[in-house]
């Protein structure tokens, strides 16, 4: 019998096994496919200081070419005068001067010569040469690792770390946002896509929680979110992790100027839906960095939403100084909760 009971104990434990390895196989079968593809991270090489922002460019007008001036009118041929001196002095009648018509015309048609030196000049001009604009590609920054001190506040102060890394080859881009609450919570945001002329193009998303990942994949048909939703994909779209180098980008190249005043504005897309987001620039602060110092840097506040989905917002903070990069960044979870990331160091390749 207990031989029996061995055999019977050995064959369930044979059954158990194989369901196991059945599940194993059936669970890689079904396993969602991934819609990211890391890029290689590089060495970084250097710490980035501050240093004083280029000047905007200066675009010189351009002078309106102007139309030569008409030829004057012939001018006709006066009369001669008749001499009234007496004849005893010929000499002093053939030594008075005459009058000079072709001196008269000259003066007349000197304008013609400055409307060429005009015509020299546009063609001298910056706007009127042949040589052709840098590539767009070359506008944007080396790869670069933003390191970050994590402060915030659930159920009491929480402390951590956080980096944001840009991440670029060719015209493709990756985007990560990694904040880590030691042993409490860790999270990461990851875009990837392409860069075009008018700025990034992202075309996945993922973002996830302790190992739970959501994902939105955004196509140039349309966007298709985690549920298996799709809608169309709107003009200038962004993601939660890309928002922060475009903006970089749009402050660095000036097509969007970073003053005290002013707003910016895209739709911005998440696992559950696309939504349209208005930053607010609110004032010029001076944050205090241990490593980097007094740093100036401009508030973006969001701009409240008629309905919102979430109470989770981000507020950024971007410094001309250090090119124009996000120095802090707060994120509110509602009114209490909160997660506040300000600058450590910069590295770049």
Do not use: C
């Not at 200066?58 to 309106?64: A, I, M, Y």
């Not at 002013?262 to 602060?285: C, H, L, Q």
């Amino acid at each position: 019998m207990a031989g029996a009971g061995k055999l019977i104990a050995a064959l369930a434990l044979a059954v158990l096994l194989a369901h196991m390895a059945a599940l194993q196989w059936l669970g890689s079968q079904w396993r969602e496919p991934e819609v990211l593809k890391p890029l290689a991270t590089p060495m970084f090489t250097r710490q980035i200081e501050q240093q004083a922002p280029p000047a905007a460019p200066v675009v010189k007008p351009v002078p309106t070419k102007r139309a030569p001036l008409p030829a004057p009118a012939p001018v006709a041929s006066l009369p001669e005068p008749t001499p009234t001196l007496p004849d005893p002095l010929p000499e002093l009648v053939a030594a008075r001067p005459q009058p000079v018509l072709q001196d008269v015309t000259s003066t007349v048609a000197a304008p013609a010569s400055v409307a060429g030196t005009l015509t020299s000049d546009v063609a001298s001009t910056p706007a009127a040469t042949s040589t052709s604009p840098a590539s767009y590609l070359d506008e944007w920054p080396a790869d670069t690792r933003l390191s970050y001190k994590v402060g915030g506040f659930f159920r009491g102060e929480i402390s951590g770390d956080a980096q944001v890394q840009w991440l670029r080859v060719g015209d493709t881009y990756q985007v990560t946002v990694d904040i880590s609450i030691g042993i409490l919570a860790s999270t990461k945001m990851t875009s990837q896509g392409e860069i075009r002329s008018e700025g990034l193009h992202p075309l996945a998303y993922e973002e996830g929680r302790s190992g739970s990942p959501r994902r939105v994949t955004m196509a140039d048909s349309g966007v298709v979110f985690s549920n298996g939703t799709t809608q169309q994909r709107p003009q200038g779209l962004q993601d939660t992790a890309s928002q922060f180098v475009e903006l970089s980008q749009r402050f660095s190249s000036g097509r969007t100027v970073l003053e005290v005043g002013n707003s910016v504005s895209f739709p911005m897309a998440r696992p559950g839906a696309v939504d349209y987001w208005i930053y607010d620039m609110t004032e010029k602060v001076t944050l205090n960095s241990p490593r980097l110092g007094a740093i100036e840097a401009f508030h973006l506040k969001p701009r409240p939403q008629a309905a919102p989905r979430g109470n989770i917002t981000a507020e950024m903070w971007f410094a001309p100084s250090l090119q124009y990069l996000p120095v802090r960044i707060r994120i509110n979870m509602g009114e209490t909760v909160y997660l506040d990331l300000l600058v450590d160091k910069i590295e770049q390749k």
